[in-house]
């Protein structure tokens, strides 16, 4: 097609890493809100939102998206698409973030500054968030990187198999599949 290989690995390379920014974002939020409340609340509450998190864990990313995509196929615009990647792997990534952040404010919710806090008369809310959250910073950074990490390697495979991002728009793992093509006659495109 005389595309340049080097400007669609730019390209591809900012669609991927917007992708996965994205996601990460959605799936944090979600996570630090469930996490968050699941920690300091406790009880019925904790359990259900927990076992939420098991459910929402036990579902598969790709086949879930390949069926979704075969459902949906092309009726809707590539915009639509990439943006409905970017919700999907925020909404199926965010249990992991929702536990470690449990287990903070649960080692949190224990600390005198929140007993000064509640018999200051702060708010729940504004205890979880304002005093306990801010302390699980050191857990989060981490785990986002890592999600990061994971929702990248998901939209390189999901427009590898041809779900993804589609033609003419550029994918690290559009690109991939198309230099499979080309092997023999032109292995730098793989590169």
């Known amino acids: 097609f005389g595309r340049d290989i080097f400007r669609r690995l730019l390209v591809g390379g900012r669609m991927t890493m917007t992708v996965g920014a994205i996601a990460v974002i959605i799936s944090s939020i979600i996570g630090i809100l469930i996490g968050g409340i699941s920690g300091y609340k406790g009880g019925k509450v904790d359990n259900l939102l927990m076992r ?15 069926i979704l995509s075969s459902i949906l196929g092309n009726s809707i615009s590539e915009t639509q698409r990439i943006i409905l990647i970017m919700v999907i792997l925020g909404l199926l990534s ?12 649960l080692a949190e919710r224990e600390q005198e500054f929140v007993t000064a806090a509640r018999a200051l008369g702060v708010k729940e809310f504004g ?8 302390n ?17 390697l998901a939209e390189a495979s ?25 092997l023999a006659r032109a292995p730098w495109y793989a590169l």
């Open 52 to 66: 939420l998190a098991e459910i929402v864990s036990s579902i598969p990313f790709l086949p879930f998206c390949i």
């Open 94 to 105: 965010w249990p992991g973030i929702a536990r470690l952040v449990r287990g903070s404010v």
């Open 127 to 134: 205890i979880i968030f304002r005093h306990i959250l801010p």
């Open 136 to 152: 699980t910073v050191q857990v989060l950074l981490p785990i986002a990187a890592i999600g990061f990490n994971n929702a990248v």
């Open 158 to 182: 999901m427009s590898y198999l041809g779900v993804g991002v589609q033609p003419p728009d550029a994918s690290l793992g559009r690109m991939l599949s198309e230099a499979q093509t080309y």
